[in-house]
């Protein structure tokens, strides 16, 4: 199994940017698509962002134009670049990994708080 920790969270201020990070251990991250979701107090979780496989992105229309999701195989990383950060993109960020075959996203982080000041 694949293990994921997140960090780069933290406080910014609105128009600002942050990088996140998603850390695996346990096995290669190419094996995964991997996604970003995010969850704000009282609120579902979102989906974010997402990477595949062989490299395709998609995009929450909220973040595009706005996020950029990457990854790198070598380091067993998978990044999220958030600029032009609003008060609304408050929330707890979570990394999930899901192999090819899987329906869901059943390898999640502990998550990372990201907090944008109006």
């Known amino acids: 199994q694949v293990q994921l920790g997140e960090s780069g969270g933290g406080l910014v201020q609105a128009g600002g940017s942050l990088r996140l990070s998603c850390a695996a251990s346990g096995r290669a991250l190419s094996s995964y698509h991997m996604g970003w979701f995010r969850q704000a107090p009282g609120k579902e979780r979102d989906d974010v962002a997402r990477i595949y496989i062989g490299g395709t992105t998609y995009y929450a229309d909220s973040v595009k134009g706005r996020f950029t999701i990457s990854r790198d195989n070598a380091k067993n990383t998978v990044y999220l670049q958030m600029n032009s950060l609003k008060p609304e993109d408050t929330a707890v960020y979570y990394c999930?990994?899901?192999?090819?075959?899987?329906?869901?996203?059943?390898?999640w982080g502990q998550g990372t708080q990201v907090t944008v000041s109006s």
């Open positions: 999930a990994a899901k192999l090819s075959y899987s329906s869901d996203f059943n390898y």
